[in-house]
């Protein structure tokens, strides 16, 4: 669906960095038909994303846009309402905003641009920076189902992708997928400590650690098994495992990481507002 799109990427910074990496290296969008834009002092940055992926860059959003398919919104939220206001009177119905800004609604877009513009609003999270991100997407008012096929032809090139229809539900994802990375490195770090603490190595005590993790993260995805029942195959009677579970429960975790999670979607909820 995408071979033929103009794609546009106002804000090439990391995460706009990694879809148009993600786009040219598997594919999706030619070249010739992608652009990037940042702010003035940002030049020297949009100069060497265009050395490095030979593509035209751009500090004039408008100028940019111009006849664009596909317009997306990598940027701040603090810095939503001045580009959408620098481009409100050239953008037209027939093209698509995907604005991965956070805690920026869709109504918020759609309110600022004054038109029946199409807009999907994404939540990836930083593994996409490897190709593991998770991203959620919840469309707009005026989204069709090409729209939302388009955008996950998009972030299906950097991770798994999901659609959500209940807007309010993204804060949910913001704290849980968009902040869970720093939960799972506070795990990686604490089991490497308690690793070397008894007396491994650092760097193989890291090692044991993310693997393990990572291994864990992918017999759930791909067997499709519940957590409990994984764990229980782990847990021998009577063995090494339970004790460790054991203390888990006693320093609380599971509460610890359920409150994390509530905490932090009131937090998105409040920058939202």
């Known amino acids: 669906m995408l071979t033929n799109k103009k794609v546009a990427i106002i804000g090439v910074g990391k995460m706009g960095e990694?879809?148009?990496?993600?786009?040219?290296?598997?594919?999706?969008v030619k070249k010739e038909n992608l652009t990037g834009s940042n702010a003035q002092e940002e030049l020297e940055h949009a100069q060497e994303i265009s050395k490095k992926y030979g593509i035209k860059t751009y500090i004039n959003n408008k100028e940019m846009i111009s006849g664009?398919?596909?317009?997306?919104?990598?940027?701040?939220p603090q810095m939503m309402k001045?580009?959408?206001?620098?481009?409100?009177?050239?953008?037209?119905?027939?093209?698509?905003?995907?604005?991965?800004?956070?805690?920026?609604?869709?109504?918020?877009?759609?309110?600022?641009?004054e038109k029946n513009i199409p807009v999907i609003r994404a939540m990836p999270n930083t593994p996409a920076l490897?190709?593991?991100?998770m991203t959620v997407l919840c469309p707009g008012k005026y989204i069709d189902e090409n729209h939302i096929q388009m955008a996950i032809d998009i972030?299906?090139?950097?991770?798994?992708?999901e659609v959500i229809h209940?807007?309010?539900?993204?804060?949910?994802?913001?704290?849980?997928?968009?902040?869970?990375?720093?939960?799972?490195?506070?795990?990686?770090?604490?089991?490497?400590?308690?690793?070397?603490?008894?007396?491994?190595?650092?760097?193989?005590?890291?090692?044991?650690?993310?693997?393990?993790?990572?291994?864990?993260?992918?017999?759930?995805?791909?067997?499709?098994?519940?957590?409990?029942?994984?764990?229980?195959?782990?847990?021998?009677?009577?063995?090494?495992?339970?004790?460790?579970?054991?203390?888990?429960?006693?320093?609380?975790?599971?509460?610890?990481?359920?409150?994390?999670?509530?905490r932090a979607t009131e937090k998105s909820k409040e920058i939202s507002r």
């Open 18 to 28: 990694t879809l148009l990496n993600g786009m040219i290296k598997n594919n999706l």
């Open 68 to 76: 664009k398919d596909i317009i997306i919104l990598a940027i701040k």
């Open 82 to 113: 001045k580009v959408l206001s620098d481009i409100e009177d050239i953008i037209s119905q027939k093209q698509l905003i995907i604005s991965i800004a956070a805690a920026t609604s869709t109504q918020f877009i759609e309110e600022c641009l």
């Open 130 to 133: 490897i190709n593991e991100g």
């Open 155 to 161: 972030f299906g090139a950097i991770g798994l992708v």
């Open 166 to 262: 209940r807007e309010e539900l993204m804060d949910v994802v913001t704290a849980l997928s968009g902040s869970g990375p720093a939960y799972a490195y506070i795990i990686i770090e604490s089991l490497t400590e308690g690793g070397v603490r008894m007396g491994l190595p650092r760097e193989l005590a890291k090692k044991l650690t993310t693997q393990t993790l990572l291994g864990a993260s992918k017999m759930v995805l791909e067997t499709g098994m519940h957590p409990a029942l994984l764990k229980d195959a782990v847990t021998t009677p009577a063995g090494v495992t339970v004790d460790g579970l054991m203390e888990l429960e006693d320093g609380g975790i599971r509460v610890a990481l359920i409150k994390a999670i509530s």
